[in-house]
């Protein structure tokens, strides 16, 4: 009898050590909140899919877009986007198609990358790195405002305030307050200019 009980408190044991290792066990959540892309507003036309491999939908306040979703506005269509939980607002202009590529945690830093062929963005960041990838270049984001318009005639990016970036794998530039550069088939200098009133205006009316 005694030989049976000290069998059973040996596996006992064995049990205790291997859920103490992990072993058949529940891992740990990460005390890291997951990042994500929520549609917050939307004005008239817009279509959404939350993934590369959803269909289109009308957009509605609520879709989360995850890697590979994609927003579609139409000549009237506007929305508006929140990655959280840092809280960066995208600003969603008329005619705009654009997918989210990357949404992750670099070195504890939040990073997110778009893929934007036609239309106008305004981006207010409140944390890490944005860039919009277009193509006439890359335009990045590290602080805080940054406008970003691609089309046939080129790109043009509007740094309200903050560090914006510019790169095509061959010229780059940097913009700060009030600066903006343009980029034309003719042209892939992006060189830093002032702002003009008329882009001062759009981000007054697209940006709350």
Known sequence: ??????????LTILVLIASACGGGGTPASSDAPARSAVI??????????????????????????????EVQSGEAGRAQLEIRPEGTAIYVGPSTTFVLTQLEDE????????????GQLWIVLSGGT????????????????????SGPNGLTITCLEGHCD????GNSANM???QACDVTPDDPDCEPREMTEEEEEEWEENVP
């Open 166 to 169: 510019y790169n095509n794998g």
């Open 176 to 178: 700060t307050n009030g």
């Open 130 to 149: 944005l860039e919009v990838e277009t193509p006439s270049g890359v335009a990045a984001v590290r602080g805080s405002l940054m406008g970003v318009g």
């Open 40 to 69: 917050t507003l939307v004005e008239n036309d817009v279509q959404a899919r939350s993934g590369p491999e959803a269909s289109f939908t009308p957009a509605s306040a609520g879709i989360v877009l995850a890697p590979g979703g």
């Open 107 to 118: 070195s504890g830093s939040p990073f997110a990358r778009l893929q934007m062929e036609l």
């Open 1 to 10: 009898m005694n030989r049976k009980f000290a069998m059973i408190a040996s």
